[in-house]
């Protein structure tokens, strides 16, 4: 049996002078969560949406909010998206000085806890961390801008994780963000990927919901 995997589409890329209408889509589509980042211009070399546009972004999803927090000091808005409606909060290894605070701050409010790495960043450096997490978000571009191509050594660093997760017992999720498409996606699965985001590869696409479709049933 082919391992169960979750399509995440991000709405960096979606249109955002049509937003309810392409948040509409993913409601009627195979998609699994919505994917939101939030950038700070500190953290990472450019901005994003804020907190009033992630409410707005909630009224109209029917499905769970998975927000990915590209910023300094992340642990300060914890209660923040708890209460505008994330489902999963992550936050980077490298933007926390007291990543278990965080991290348990984040479950204690009820929501899911992910932790995030860099390209750069090994993973074996997340080894204390990974029994008190739910999923883990792996980078395969440098964050900060959509469209970049998908670096090819993120597939080594995800098998790598697969195996502490296996070898440990662990059931948290393997989440991968940047350059996703129909061609690396059963390659990413096949690794060990529970969660694909992908986002211009859906929202450039002819047909979203199409791919969206691809995605889920490779």
């Known amino acids: 049996m082919k391992p169960m995997h979750l399509v995440a589409p991000s709405l960096l890329a979606a249109d955002f002078g049509n937003l309810q209408r392409d948040i509409e889509m993913l409601n009627a589509s195979e998609a699994d969560w919505l994917h939101v980042d939030i950038m700070d ?34 642990g300060r808005y914890v209660s923040l998206f708890k209460k505008i409606g994330a489902s999963t909060l992550t936050v980077h290894y490298e933007a926390c000085t ?82 996703v498409d129909t061609e690396n996606a059963p390659l990413l699965v096949e690794a060990g990927v529970n969660v694909l985001v992908a986002g211009n590869t859906v929202f450039s696409a002819s047909d979203p919901p199409e791919t969206i479709r691809q995605l889920k049933n490779i």
């Open 41 to 74: 211009g500190l953290f990472v070399p450019n901005f994003s949406i804020g907190t009033p546009v992630v409410q707005a972004i909630r009224r109209h999803a029917k499905k769970p909010l998975d927000i990915h927090l590209m910023v300094t000091d992340p």
């Open 98 to 179: 007291h990543l278990h605070r965080c991290i348990h701050q984040i479950k204690e409010s009820g929501m899911k806890a992910g932790v995030c790495l860099n390209p750069h960043t090994p993973v074996h450096l997340l080894e204390p961390i990974l029994p008190d997490v739910d999923l883990v978000l792996i980078m395969s571009v440098n964050p900060g801008y959509g469209g970049q191509s998908f670096i090819s050594g993120s597939y080594d660093k995800i098998r790598k994780l697969n195996s502490m997760k296996q070898e440990s017992g662990y059931d948290f999720l393997i989440e991968v963000d940047g350059g």
